[in-house]
């Protein structure tokens, strides 16, 4: 009894608006900047993303749909998905969020995703981890950064891997301190109680889909899912949640759940391993025969394991289900494409353009029917017209590079090959491809100095990963240090070099 009236005190006073102001951090915000931007790249070179147009601009549009409700704002928010199987999403300082597939695979609907990562967002608002990293022993940003990135990763993506970024078992004293408190928990669900109502959303999803993850964890047990392993839960988080909802006296607009539904369908389609995939895709197929995302999705598996004639059959059938969809169009356009069916596929990309006129997938492969057919100004058009709209489309990039050597302009297929293999860290490519640029574009030195920038921020990217790894090796001596200190014993120090030198 005295534990629900507490639960209903603390759902008064959020729901009264009543959170105080996020305590003065002793860590300024440029420090948290800076310290997210070290993670942010630890993160980024080592946790794989995905990268389709379609899924990262799903959940881009929905965090923008959710922004405007977010009443601070410290940093502005950017939304990666991560190629994770696992259901996890974290907030990094900064304002970065990553979301990772296995979250998105298993969550029902778009407002259980909204609350989701309107929660996420409460954390960065409420500047938790930047009060949480106050009371860390390293002071160094660099060393705090990667202490972060190696929990995170170790976490979600391989223990090995989280143990290397963060130095070794360093990360073992600092994970308490960084772990969320349970009124950082209950700030970050008022903070998106606050935001998802705001923009529409019933809060009923938000206990919802948290009520969901709770009871994989009590089934699970050991195996529970990262999330709540980085997300602490238990009975009166979940009742204060139910409490808000219930008590809560707005009212939720409308929303259509058909995009989350293919979005999913899409993400498990192209990046669940491909026999979970089929059978996932087989079952929903038989529960529900006329519903139209698993032929869907089972046309873009077969697409992905080039059985092209399988895949045309389920487009086709899509079709009718589908009628004049873009997103069917588009897929059996693609799908035409790469059976060598430039015409057709043309005809269809067209089409679908006309439906979606900003559409890049479509744009893309517009862009290489025309190649196929030896149509190089129609394709560099074309993907120029892409670009405009995503100009670190990667893809884009590379067919635009090829598109303008095979016309013979070697500077400007230099410089777009460049960038492309920049998009995909391949730097020694990317080096190679950006001098010729800057050696073949003397008479455009708009082009010429774009090559040279790249350049630049390669080399910056470079003395700063050295400059961290010295950082790093400077921790760990230190470390070892005062162990030997600790332990009254005074003992060489581990040399950086195998040979000793």
Sequence with gaps: MVHRLLCLLLCLALLGGLMPSPAAALISLEEERKMGEEAYEQVMASIPLVDDPDIVDYVRNLAKRLEPHVPDKPFPFRIYVADVGVMNAFAIPGGYIFMYRGMMTTLESEAELAGVLAHEMGHVWRRHLAHRMEKSTPTNIATLAGLLAGIILGGAVSPALGQAV??????????????????????????????????????????RSFQRIWKMENYMGGNAPVYLRTHPTGPQRMEAMSNMARTWHGKATNYDNSEFLRIQTRLIALYDPEDQAEKVLGNRRMSDPNSPYPIYGLGLLNMRRHRYEAALQFLERLSQLWPNNAYQIRAEGVCRLLMGQDAKAEALLKHALLLKPSDTDTLLALGQAYQRQGRLNDSVEVLRRLLAQDPDNHAALYELGVSMGRLGQVGEASLYLGLAF??????????????????????????????????????????????????????RQNQYLRYEAEQGRSLPLIPAHPSGR
């Design 422 to 475: 920049i998009q995909r860290h391949n730097y020694r490519s990317a080096g190679y491809h950006l001098n010729r640029a800057v050696k073949n574009l003397a008479d455009k030195p708009e082009l010429q100095a774009k090559a040279k920038k790249a350049l630049e921020q390669m080399d910056q990217r470079t003395r700063h990963k050295q400059k961290r790894q010295a950082q790093e090796e400077e921790q």
């Design 166 to 207: 963060t130095m070794g078992s360093v990360a073992g004293g600092v994970q308490q301190q960084l772990a969320f408190s349970r009124e950082d928990e209950q700030e970050a669900d008022w903070a998106a109680f606050k935001t998802m109502t705001a923009a529409g959303y019933p809060p009923q999803e938000l206990e």
